[in-house]
């Protein structure tokens, strides 16, 4: 099994930053082959932010946050982040980080293509 722990969301300003952290652990993480984000605001549907190999280059963002966010991978720390740049109230919701031990095929956009989540970390952008 996999476990994911958010951490490092709270309140910001528009246009202000913030870096959430996700710790993974558990015997079989090192054979995670995809993390990525997933957030869900009050009233939305569940909605992709980003995603990456997690040993590799290749990262995929949604267009709302392209540009704006990064996310990457420590390998020796086995944590994943999510750099959020030039924040909106927008992007208010609950982050959730995710991963899996099956490749999407392209699929990686889809909530589905993931079996391993995190509890959630509120991130909340005043206007």
């Known amino acids: 099994q996999v476990q994911l722990v958010e951490s490092g969301g709270g309140l910001v300003q528009a246009g202000g930053s913030l870096r959430l952290s996700c710790a993974a652990s558990?015997?079989?993480?090192?054979?995670?082959?995809?993390v990525g984000w997933f957030r869900q605001g009050p009233g939305k549907d569940r909605e992709f932010v980003a995603a990456?190999?997690?040993?590799?280059?290749?990262?995929y963002y949604a267009d709302s946050v392209k540009g704006r966010f990064t996310s990457s991978g420590d390998n020796a720390k086995n944590t994943v982040y999510l750099q959020m740049n030039s924040l909106k109230p927008e992007d208010t919701a609950v982050y959730y980080c995710?991963?899996?031990?099956?490749?999407?095929?392209?699929?990686?956009?889809?909530?589905?293509?993931?079996?391993?989540w995190g509890q959630g970390t509120q991130v909340t952008v005043s206007s």
């Open positions: 995710v991963g899996t031990l099956r490749y999407p095929d392209g699929r990686f956009s889809d909530h589905r293509s993931y079996e391993f």
């Open positions: 558990g015997r079989t993480f090192s054979s995670v082959v995809m």
């Open positions: 990456n190999r997690w040993r590799g280059a290749s990262t």
